[in-house]
């Protein structure tokens, strides 16, 4: 992993959706993915929102108040997110209200005395909610570098439903002991029985290629796709999700499109769940 963290624009990655309602915790800990039964005021839990059939919706930060809690989401699926809590919501006492505009989301590499201590894809961050509008900055090429080099799936990306999380390797998103959620019978098929199909890596490439090229084996099999590309001087360097047959380090894989070589740098995958 790199050890540098990039400077960040967390505003442009992170929109802010308020819950209110005296069953809020209970139906978080019902539709997502992580246990929250024991997140005290003032607490903070990373957690995935999942389709019924184990595709992921969103990466979501659960921030817990007195009488509220907020869900830090990818600012891009802001509207998809409370889309699917509103689709949820039957009898519960659960409001929904999108605090993008008046929520600033300020995130700082490393943990400190004031904010909530969290981690970002396994790098501890400390959040900052303030009041404010976000401002419009574009992510940072550094920022894509270092994320595509530690393997960090982003919205529209990796974040789609395309994917489920053991393929994205979420694992610590997940409480395997923990009563059902949206999703959950898929995810503990695909656990229980080894059925992940595919996994997440990162490769390099001195020829042209571009995000959603297919990728092909040396045999000419349809073995994934390019999710994530940033040209860097002479090369580029990208995640793809490919099929696990052929996916190892140094292997080399081909775009569909052009015929250019992919070399598998890191292949980002956990043989075992993780414990939370």
Not at 75 to 101: C, G, P
Not at 178 to 192: N, P, S
């Amino acid at each position: 992993m790199l050890e540098r963290y990039p400077e960040i624009a967390a505003s442009d990655l992170f929109g802010v959706i308020g819950l209110h309602g005296t069953d809020v915790l209970d139906f978080l800990q019902r539709i997502s993915t992580n246990d929250l039964s024991g997140l005290p005021v003032g607490g903070m839990k990373k957690t995935l929102l999942l389709s019924d059939k184990g595709r992921i919706i969103d990466a979501v930060w659960v921030v817990r108040y007195a009488a509220e809690v907020d869900l830090i989401c990818s600012r891009s699926m802001t509207s998809n997110v409370i889309a699917f809590l509103e689709k949820y919501i039957i009898m519960d006492d659960v409001t929904v209200r999108d605090r993008t505009s008046s929520t600033v989301v300020q995130m700082q590499f490393g943990q400190s005395r004031e904010g909530l201590q969290s981690d970002f894809y396994g790098h501890p961050v400390t959040f900052t909610l303030v009041a404010g509008a976000g401002d419009a900055a574009v992510t940072t090429k550094e920022f894509e570098f270092w994320r595509i080099m530690n393997g960090i799936p982003a919205a529209g990306k990796e974040l789609v439903q395309d994917f489920n999380p053991l393929e994205l390797n979420l694992w610590d998103w997940i409480s395997f002991t923990k009563g059902c959620y949206i999703g959950q019978e898929v995810i503990a098929r695909l656990d229980t029985y080894q059925k992940i199909q595919r996994t997440l890596c990162q490769f390099t490439s001195d020829g042209p290629a571009a995000e959603g090229d297919i990728v092909k084996d040396v045999a000419g099999l349809n073995v994934g796709r390019i999710t994530s590309l940033v040209r860097m001087e002479d090369r580029s360097v990208g995640l793809a999700v490919i099929r696990r047959t052929a996916a190892a380090a140094q292997q080399e894989v081909r775009t569909a499109a052009k015929g250019s070589t992919l070399i598998i740098e890191r292949v980002f995958h956990k043989e075992e769940h993780g414990t939370n």
